[in-house]
């Protein structure tokens, strides 16, 4: 069997940790009951470990756990703030703020909304990816009832300063959401000292199963109402209908405890590997790095290179280095990033893009052999271009 690449595609998905499996596994077989049975051992037993998870997620964040709803991931926990909110402050406002480089998971619902009659500013970002704050303040109007923007942007890295957009939000008592996915278990999170109103987390991105996710949703200061967008039993206070999925919960809950508990060490890790692979790169001529140099997540390396054909830099560099140009999420389109546009790259130069996701299994063997194999890529092919 041939060796697999070296995956460095973390911000797509991480592996679950092993011992995440482990206090998944027994809620399969042992301890299978239905979370809403309460009125037998098997349903107390579930109940009690979706409790412990959600009293986990909740600390993490600084919130209580009812404010904890849990979902299939973040794309629902966006779609469950952005529409749920719209259709709740309906008769309030119907304008909405976001940036032009969120996930799609953020950007397709509000042009959802946008086909209703709501308006919506995407707000453009200076060149090394971070929002204007005082244009943002500007944008705000009497009518503008939700503001949306990411705290780590799953391309480049970049970390708002969502504590200053708090204050902003605050200031003019409009509601705040942050999609954390990428972010949750890397930096600090604090939703009563980041004045955010709602945010969005999932496992999947910090060593957690795939297809669970939670949003928060603030109770009081003040309390934030949301229309729900599933309707059924009425799990999760009616805001998130649908039987919940003990082991994946038990799961995510675990996964948050080993990234709080290791994020120091880690994040200091990663960042020394990362600034060896951003040094061997950019010692390149043609080699950009994108976004913020330091206010970006430790594991996160994006440049683009001069002079290359994309598609053929990918193709030189596959089966030795899981990685990619872009968004996991819309790796199957053929258009350049969307975030990498709004940096005012050019459509060649943002196809000529290679997005690093470095994680907590990632050695520095690896790294300098993936830089090694980047650079010897990148010459072959400004060699045959001149040829």
């Known amino acids: 069997m041939s060796q697999r690449p070296i995956y460095l595609d973390n911000h797509a998905t991480t592996p679950v940790d092993k011992r995440v499996l482990e206090a998944m596994l027994p809620y399969f077989t042992e301890h299978f009951g239905n979370p809403s ?217 675990k996964a948050i405890e080993l990234a709080l508990a290791e994020i120091e060490t880690e994040n200091q890790r990663q960042k020394e590997l990362r600034n060896r692979l951003q040094q061997q790169l950019l010692n390149l001529e043609g080699v950009h790095l994108n976004g913020h140099l330091t206010q970006r997540l430790p594991g996160n390396l994006n440049v683009s290179i001069e002079g290359i054909d994309g598609a053929a830099l990918l193709l030189g560099l596959q089966g030795i280095v899981a990685l990619s140009s872009g968004s996991a999420c819309t790796s199957t389109t053929t258009k350049p990033s969307h975030v990498l546009k709004a940096l005012g790259h050019s459509d060649k130069l943002a196809y000529a893009s290679l997005r690093f996701g470095l994680g907590k299994f990632t050695t520095s063997q690896e790294i300098d052999t993936v830089g090694q194999q980047v650079i010897n890529t990148i010459q072959s092919l400004r060699q045959a271009n001149i040829n």
């Open 37 to 253: 049975s309460i009125n037998h051992l098997y349903g107390w037993e579930a109940e009690a470990a979706v409790k412990k998870s959600r009293e986990t997620i909740a600390n993490a964040i600084n919130c209580t756990p009812e404010e904890i709803i849990f979902t299939s991931g973040a794309t629902e926990a966006n779609n469950l703030a952005i529409k749920g909110v719209a259709e709740a402050y309906f008769n309030q406002g119907q304008h909405i703020i976001t940036v032009q480089t969120e996930h799609r998971a953020v950007l397709d619902p509000c042009q959802y909304l946008e086909s209703l009659g709501f308006e919506i500013t995407y707000l453009p970002v200076k060149k090394d990816g971070l929002i204007d704050l005082e244009l943002l303040e500007k944008s705000i109007r009497t009518e503008t009832i939700l503001l949306s923007v990411m705290a780590a942007n799953n391309e480049i890295g970049v970390l708002q300063p969502l504590k200053e957009i708090g204050e902003i939000c605050q200031k003019y008592e409009v509601l705040f959401h942050s999609d954390a996915a990428q972010a949750m278990g890397k930096i600090p999170l604090d939703v009563q000292a980041m004045n955010i109103h709602l945010l969005s987390l999932t496992a999947h991105k910090v060593y957690g199963p795939k297809g669970i996710g939670a949003l928060y949703i603030r109770r009081r200061d003040p309390r934030v109402n949301i229309a729900p967008q599933l309707h059924g039993g009425g799990q999760e206070k009616g805001i998130r209908s649908g039987t919940l999925y003990t082991p994946q919960i038990v799961g995510f809950g």
